[in-house]
């Protein structure tokens, strides 16, 4: 066997595709919670943001919360922003249901996130009973922001 030839070893190893799609569906099933997960703190995190400007009167933090919108578009889903609405309104609030009905999710679907194996979180507990006018407008925001993205085919 010469120096050019190629040995046994060198060759390609070959897999098959339904294979491949497998692990890279629940690769991306694991990100994709992760992600989820972290997306989904972040506007949580951004709503204490808009509340602290609030309370202290002191643009600041409004101005912190709008500048990490660029960072979230990508991330957003429709179920994320359900999930982050559910939160944070109270169940009866009639601004929580249009808002709702924009992300097009079903509140039952994402419920099944809180109520799984790994997820126990009371939702009853973590409910605010007065949600300020600001943190409204930042999720409104957040829904065009998706809706924008998916009608020029950014959000898969």
């Not at 294979?19 to 569906?25: P, T």
């Not at 359900?82 to 601004?95: E, M, W």
């Not at 979180?121 to 957040?142: F, G, N, R, S, W």
């Amino acid at each position: 066997m010469g120096i050019f030839e190629p040995h046994l070893s060198c060759t390609p190893r070959r897999y098959s595709l339904s294979a491949l799609l497998s692990v890279e569906l629940v690769l991306l099933t694991q990100r994709g919670q992760r992600f989820a997960d972290k997306a989904t703190k972040d506007i949580l995190t951004n709503f204490g943001l808009l509340e602290k400007a609030v309370a202290q009167f002191d643009t600041r933090f409004t101005l912190r919360a709008l500048r990490s919108i660029s960072s979230l578009r990508k991330r957003l889903t429709g179920r994320i922003l359900c999930q982050a609405i559910l939160v944070t309104y109270p169940t009866s609030n009639p601004t929580a249901k249009v808002l709702l009905e924009a992300t097009g999710e079903t509140p039952s679907s994402v419920q099944s996130l809180f109520t799984g194996p790994d997820k126990k979180i009371d939702l009853k507990a973590t409910q605010k009973k007065d949600v300020i006018p600001e943190i409204d407008v930042y999720v409104a925001i957040l829904i065009q922001v998706w809706h924008t993205m998916m009608r020029c085919g950014v959000v898969r």
